[in-house]
């Protein structure tokens, strides 16, 4: 089993950054990759983005494309999404998950995160 917590939620006015973090602990090694998810009062979950551990695939939702990055500090085990340029509609509460299977699908990510709350006021 892999242990993760998000960090670095909060309140933020349109325009503004946030960095969240995702710490991974246990059995990180069963592990390919991490991936970022959110969901909205109201809405389906959905995918941000994903990278994996060894930086070599990185993949992101149109709607956060040039405005959010992940990046990783694997010594340790810590995920990060760098969000620029937020916008109200990305308020939501945010996951971090951890899988093996390259995929946008929150099916297949078998350990989640608690989750942060984001809100992004105008």
């Known amino acids: 089993q892999v242990q993760l917590v998000e960090s670095g939620g909060g309140s933020m006015q349109a325009g503004g950054s946030l960095r969240l973090a995702c710490t991974a602990s246990?059995?990180?090694?069963?592990?390919?990759?991490m991936a970022w998810f959110r969901q909205a009062p109201g809405k389906e979950r959905e995918f941000v983005a994903h990278m994996t551990w060894s930086g070599d695939n990185t993949n992101y939702a149109d709607f956060v494309k040039g405005r959010f990055t992940v990046s990783a500090d694997n010594a340790k085990n810590t995920i990060y999404l760098q969000m620029s340029s937020l916008k109200p509609e990305d308020t939501a509460v945010y996951y971090c998950?951890?899988?093996?299977?390259?995929?946008?699908?929150?099916?297949?990510?078998?350990?989640w995160g608690q989750g942060t709350q984001v809100t992004v006021s105008s």
């Open positions: 246990g059995r990180t090694w069963r592990t390919t990759l």
């Open positions: 998950a951890a899988g093996s299977t390259l995929s946008i699908t929150g099916d297949s990510y078998s350990n």
